[in-house]
């Protein structure tokens, strides 16, 4: 435990970006183990203890914890992830929430930027009334998503869609009530200033244009196509006032930091 403590005290990335104990604590889950059998010296094979070790100082050095552990836990579940999809993060359980409550009764919903399929799944694990179609632009977003529909048992409610937002139709989509939503809202100059093991993730799905709202902007022009829909999005901390603007309405949902989280307009 030392020597690992030591091994994140030096890096001023994980110093910054990584908590030593949740780090440590997902490896180590990895491999079967829990932090008690480093605090209580509880016996670690020697190759395991290597891999933990290996696992640890790639994390602590940048690589994205994710990918090295090919899962992440999100509101309820745990979900399949790889290089080239986002990270689902705890920032994004408001969304879910705030789709849970507001996406109508016995309605299909459009979960678009799916990526691992994190948010339109937790969805309908909360709602049993509900079905889905999860839409991505990303080959890579389209395994992951499948596979992650697979694992949770899924299939009958839910299916993947291959989506370019800006060239394909919404029309094509089917009927659907709402649109859940969490974009690329990362303003391109941002961009810039993320975090080492962030920037490895796609950046596909993080950069939102010069203002970050190139996605939002796009449906504020479809509002008439989208008459009746009820929207749910995902939007910066200081995005809130911004989209009020572009729709002409809505409501503003804050996280448990007090920062804009979630936009949410009946059309």
């Known amino acids: 435990m030392r020597e690992l403590k030591k091994i994140w005290e030096e890096s001023e990335f994980a110093r910054e970006n990584l908590s030593f104990h949740e780090t440590l604590s997902l490896i180590l889950e990895k491999k079967g183990y829990t ?31 994710g990918y090295l552990l090919g899962k992440v836990p999100f509101y309820d579940s745990e979900f399949f992830v790889k290089e080239g ?6 920032d994004s359980e408001t969304l879910v929430e705030c789709a849970i409550e507001n996406v109508p009764k016995n309605a299909h919903f459009i979960d678009m ?13 909360k709602r049993d009334d509900l079905t889905a179609t999860l839409c991505d632009i990303s080959p890579v977003s389209e395994e992951v998503a499948k596979e992650n529909i697979s ?21 094509s989509l089917g009927d659907f009530s709402a649109i859940v939503m969490n974009p690329p809202y990362i303003t391109t100059e941002q961009m810039k200033a993320l975090p080492e093991n962030v920037k490895k993730e796609p950046a596909l799905a993080l950069d939102g244009g010069p203002d970050g709202l190139k996605f939002y902007r796009f449906l504020a022009e479809k509002k008439d196509t989208l008459r009746g829909k009820t929207l749910i999005f995902e ?6 006032e911004s989209l009020v603007s572009l729709f002409g309405g809505g409501k503003i949902i804050k996280d448990l930091s007090k920062n804009d989280r979630v936009f949410i307009i009946k059309l």
């Open 85 to 90: 999809v986002l990270v689902p993060r705890r």
């Open 113 to 125: 930027c799916t990526g691992s399929g994190c948010i339109g799944l937790s969805i309908l694990l």
């Open 151 to 171: 694992r949770l048992s899924l299939k009958d409610r839910c299916s993947f869609c291959s989506f370019d937002l800006f060239s394909d139709r919404l029309e």
């Open 235 to 240: 939007i910066g901390y200081d995005e809130g």
């Open 35 to 65: 932090l008690d059998h480093l605090l209580l010296e509880k016996e670690i094979d020697k190759e395991s203890l290597e891999e933990i070790t290996s696992l640890f100082k790639r994390a602590v050095n940048g690589e994205v914890l």
